[in-house]
């Protein structure tokens, strides 16, 4: 079975540009999860999408946003890029319905914003 | 809010020992689940252990177990016959209860864990 896929890998990107971070869930989960993973501020929950919407948002301003498509993949957009926006971002999947409702995560898109 | 805190940013342990990262959190909420993922060099993070709150009996998953003390509010990770794979950055997380829009992870700063040959 397939796990969490996340892609690219990297991401290069310069102030006030945009960029897209795409997702793809374990087979059969219907949640995604996003998190950034910035240098000292550990881990952060930024958006939560099931079923193709948005149920749960981080303390992130707007510029962070997202999507969610019929097939379960989703998509991290990031607007108007600033220097501290260079961090991790995680992508984790689950299946509401299971009992602990774990969450699995992919390897992760390195953003750098120069 | 939830807090997570891990007290130890680092720890080391010879191979073939035993060690114990600690973690402690706050909530008001008496129904939660916990977990431990580990995140080596290679970034993706893993689930190691979890632990339901109304579950007084302490999971293990093979070397790894927990020291679950709810009324202290506190999720210790054990970890035996540690071996050189185990060296990782290991995160303590918290959930709150299923239902309505809390599914999110609450994640402490981490513990960098070595194991030494």
């Known amino acids: 079975e397939a796990g969490v896929t996340q892609s690219p890998t990297h991401l290069i990107k310069t102030r006030g540009q945009q960029a897209t971070l795409r997702c793809s869930p374990i087979?059969?989960?219907?949640?995604v999860y996003w998190y950034q993973q910035a240098l000292g501020l550990g881990l952060q929950f930024l958006l939560w999408?099931?079923?193709?919407?948005?149920?749960n948002r981080g303390n992130f301003p707007p510029r962070f946003s997202g999507r969610q498509f019929p097939n379960y993949s989703s998509e991290l957009n990031v607007n108007a890029l600033e220097l501290e926006d260079s961090a991790l971002y995680l992508c984790?999947?689950?299946?509401?319905?299971?009992?602990?409702?774990?969450?699995?995560f992919g390897p992760g898109t390195r953003l750098t914003v120069l | 809010a939830q807090t997570v805190t891990q007290s130890q940013p680092e720890m080391s342990v010879q191979e073939a020992e035993t060690v114990t990262l600690s973690c402690t959190y706050d909530?008001?909420?008496?129904?939660?689940?916990l977990f431990w993922y580990k995140q080596p060099p290679s970034r993706q993070m893993i689930l190691v252990i979890r632990?339901?709150?109304?579950?007084?009996q302490n999971a293990t998953e093979n070397r790894f177990s927990v020291n679950f003390q709810k009324a202290a509010k506190s999720f210790s990770l054990k970890i035996s016959d540690s071996q050189l794979g185990d060296a990782a950055m290991y995160f303590c997380?918290?959930?709150?209860?299923?239902?309505?829009?809390?599914?999110?992870?609450?994640f402490g700063k981490g513990t960098l864990l070595t194991v030494n040959p």
């Open positions: 984790a999947s689950s299946l509401l319905q299971s009992s602990y409702n774990e969450q699995f």
């Open positions: 087979s059969g989960h219907t949640s």
């Open positions: 999408y099931d079923e193709g919407e948005e149920r």
């Open positions: 909530t008001s909420e008496s129904d939660y689940y």
């Open positions: 632990q339901e709150a109304y579950k007084q």
């Open positions: 997380a918290y959930r709150s209860p299923s239902g309505g829009s809390n599914y999110k992870l609450t």
